[in-house]
């Protein structure tokens, strides 16, 4: 495992959300545009990394928290599919392990993950109105085995919404790089 610091290259804060059009865990197509929710999570995973499968119950958790009007995380794996335990079918089966509530798209082409500047896995991005308001971590835990104390991604979700400035619009997360193909 490659641990990576996710990185403000490409996307700065109030920048437009990079539309997509992805393949689901559900077999049906999904557009960025199709979702009409205040907040837009898209988190970009996968299904082997030790960093996501411990912060997986906390991103399912805090979709769990907001109305759909409020809040819709997306999921979306940019990982090689050929990588081992990556791929489509691999997708369903980590989504059914994991009770996913949201949606979990593929990006075979590795486009979207170009687009959005994601380096690593889970990789945050947090859109509101469709522009980002922050990038960065889920909440304090910066290991797989530490035990989450700070929700970050709440707390600035709850913050956005009261109409609060956020004291940082980056605070990176940590995971797995992202699994480029050759």
């Known amino acids: 495992m490659a641990r990576t610091l996710s990185s403000p290259q490409v996307l700065k804060t109030g920048a437009s ?3 997509f059009q992805l393949k689901g865990v559900d077999g049906k197509t999904h557009s960025l545009s199709e979702y009409k ?3 837009t999570l898209v988190v970009f995973i996968c299904n082997h990394c030790p960093f996501v499968k411990a912060r997986i119950g906390d991103i399912v958790a805090l979709q769990s928290k907001f109305k759909p009007s409020e809040l819709q995380v997306i999921g979306i794996n940019s990982n090689d599919p050929s990588y081992q335990d990556e791929g489509f079918d691999n997708m369903v089966k980590f989504s059914k392990e994991y ?3 949201f949606p979990y798209l593929i990006d075979e082409s590795q486009d979207v993950a170009r687009a959005y500047g994601a380096v690593c896995t889970p990789d945050p ?3 509101v ?3 980002l308001a922050f990038h960065g971590r889920i909440n304090d835990a910066m290991e797989p085995e530490a035990k989450p104390t700070v929700p970050v991604m ?3 979700i709850r913050a956005l919404f ?3 400035k956020l004291e940082k619009d980056f605070d ?3 995971g797995c790089s992202i699994k480029w193909k050759n």
């Open 99 to 101: 009770g996913l509530n």
């Open 37 to 39: 929710s205040k907040a």
């Open 162 to 164: 009261t109409g609060k």
């Open 17 to 19: 959300a990079p539309s």
């Open 129 to 131: 109105d469709g522009k």
């Open 125 to 127: 991005f947090l859109f």
């Open 154 to 156: 709440e707390n600035n």
């Open 172 to 174: 990176p997360s940590i």
